[in-house]
């Protein structure tokens, strides 16, 4: 199993990003996919949640209606496209493959453990 | 949303004694099938979490016996019986109840 990350990079207050996940190793297209972040020197931040099968979608409240999760299955790629981003996005954005929702939707009963290297995401002027 | 709290925030433990991270969570994690809801991470120095002990006392693959998590609704530890130099890093506990938007405890730095 491989989560590469890619799309970081320096950008301005209130510019935009598209980082990209590309998932080798297991059949992408079936399950749950997940960003979490991880700001300078600080914790684990759960960000956003996307389903394998239903497209059902789930963001953290600070990221509501700036941040949109995506994949292209054909692809095996997971997206966060991230918007008016603000100093406090600052962070290194890791992706996942999710560990409890295919439990819990009953379509997995595997705890999975796989995560990408991160790219890493600077908001400043 | 469900505060996770680990306590202490960082420790220094000498190779061969015992390490112990307290987390605690604002309501109850135990599931009505039964599971807490409570994994344990350990992020080493420049790498991705990697999974220790998810639904509160289950050992992940390739973990080592010395680190066992016990515990049950909103009190939660991890133990490590002999700490190694390898263990060094920052845990974090997770809180799954409310599957996907997980919560992290703040991190306890573990220094050997």
């Known amino acids: 199993v491989r989560l590469v990350e890619s799309g970081g990079g320096l950008v301005q207050p209130g510019g935009s990003l598209r980082l990209s996940c590309a998932v080798s190793?297991?059949?992408?297209?079936?399950?749950?996919m997940t960003w979490v972040r991880q700001a300078p020197g600080k914790g684990l931040e759960w960000v956003s949640t996307?389903?394998?099968?239903?497209?059902?979608?789930y963001y953290t409240d600070s990221v509501k209606g700036r941040f949109i999760i995506s994949r292209d299955n054909s692809q095996n790629t997971l997206y966060l496209q991230i918007n008016s981003l603000r100093a406090e996005d600052t962070a290194i954005y890791y992706c996942?493959?999710?560990?409890?929702?295919?439990?819990?939707?009953?379509?997995?009963?595997?705890?999975?453990?796989?995560w990408g290297q991160g790219t890493l995401v600077t908001v400043s002027s | 949303d469900i505060v996770m709290i680990q306590a202490p925030l960082s420790l220094s433990v000498t190779p061969g004694e015992p390490a112990s991270i307290s987390c605690r969570s604002s309501?109850?994690?135990?599931?009505?099938?039964?599971?807490?809801?409570l994994d344990w991470y350990l992020q080493k120095p420049g790498q991705s979490p990697q999974l220790l002990i998810y639904?509160?006392?289950n050992r992940a693959s390739g973990v080592p016996e010395r680190f066992s998590g016990s515990g049950s609704g909103t009190d939660f530890t991890l133990k490590i019986s002999r700490v190694e130099a390898e263990d060094v890093g920052v845990y974090y506990c997770?809180?799954?109840?409310?599957?996907?938007?997980?919560?992290f405890g703040q991190g306890t730095k573990l220094e050997v």
């Open positions: 996942t493959k999710d560990p409890y929702y295919d439990i819990l939707t009953g379509s997995s009963r595997d705890r999975p453990d796989y």
């Open positions: 190793g297991f059949n992408f297209r079936s399950y749950a």
């Open positions: 996307l389903s394998g099968s239903d497209g059902r979608a």
């Open positions: 309501q109850s994690l135990l599931h009505s099938n039964g599971y807490n809801c």
């Open positions: 639904l509160g006392t």
């Open positions: 997770m809180q799954a109840l409310q599957t996907p938007m997980y919560t």
